[in-house]
């Protein structure tokens, strides 16, 4: 299975240690996807919601059930892609995650499973970890100690 990752250019690097290939967001996405795999696209799973993301799974994934958006849940909605979620509508993911709950407790007990915490704030600061949250540039777990 190829796994293929868009992001910055400063996103490279750790999506290749992930092993995804990875593609420039941006002008000509869709090109530069197309050129990596000749077989097409299979699922594809947006965790960012801009209209790039969707616009281009959408242009590459011909079976819209095998598209789903982890951001765009009112956009994922009308267009009848799968929705994942919190969001009114979307799929809670509660099935999902019982199905595969002791598969992922093995793996973790493995190492195979790497969950990153890129910082730690006392509960006092859940105000100021909400702001850094609505940046969308964590790249990682933040946890709150009480």
Known sequence: ??????????????????SADPVVYGEGLVGRIRELTAEGVDPAIDSVGTDEAIDTSLELVTDRGRIATLAAAQRGLALG???LGGAPG?????????????????????GLIEVRVVATYP???AAEVHRRLATGHTHGKIILIP
């Open 1 to 18: 299975m190829r796994v293929i990752g868009t992001g910055s250019e400063e996103a490279h690097a750790e999506l290749r240690r992930l």
């Open 81 to 83: 892609i799968r929705v």
């Open 123 to 125: 509960l006092a600061e």
């Open 90 to 110: 979307a799929d809670p993911g509660n099935e999902i995650r019982s199905r595969a709950r002791l598969d992922l407790v093995q793996q973790a007990a493995k």
